[in-house]
């Protein structure tokens, strides 16, 4: 069992940028805006050494960016996150 949970992992991403049409849609994943350069160092350390934890954590961001989303998957060597928007989101 890992001792990184993806709520340590949430804090180093920037929330995905989700496309308020319904569909297929990709978008690729980033350090949180304004990390230091030790959290940036750890955003990677944890990308190539904890992939689930990884994806658990953007999962969570995802949904609390629109609950109409849907993961798809998580590309770990393109750092690229596919989801489906399944309504057209009200937030334009």
Known sequence: MSIVTD???ENLIQPPYVNPFYGQH???IVPRDGLD???TR???RYH???PNEFA???NKLLVKQSVSCKFITYD???NLLTYEQRTHSSNL
């Open 7 to 9: 709520d340590l992992v």
């Open 37 to 39: 350069e030790e959290e």
């Open 76 to 78: 770990h060597l393109k």
């Open 26 to 28: 990709t978008t690729w």
């Open 48 to 50: 190539k050494r904890f």
């Open 56 to 58: 658990g954590a953007i």
């Open 42 to 44: 750890r955003y990677w």
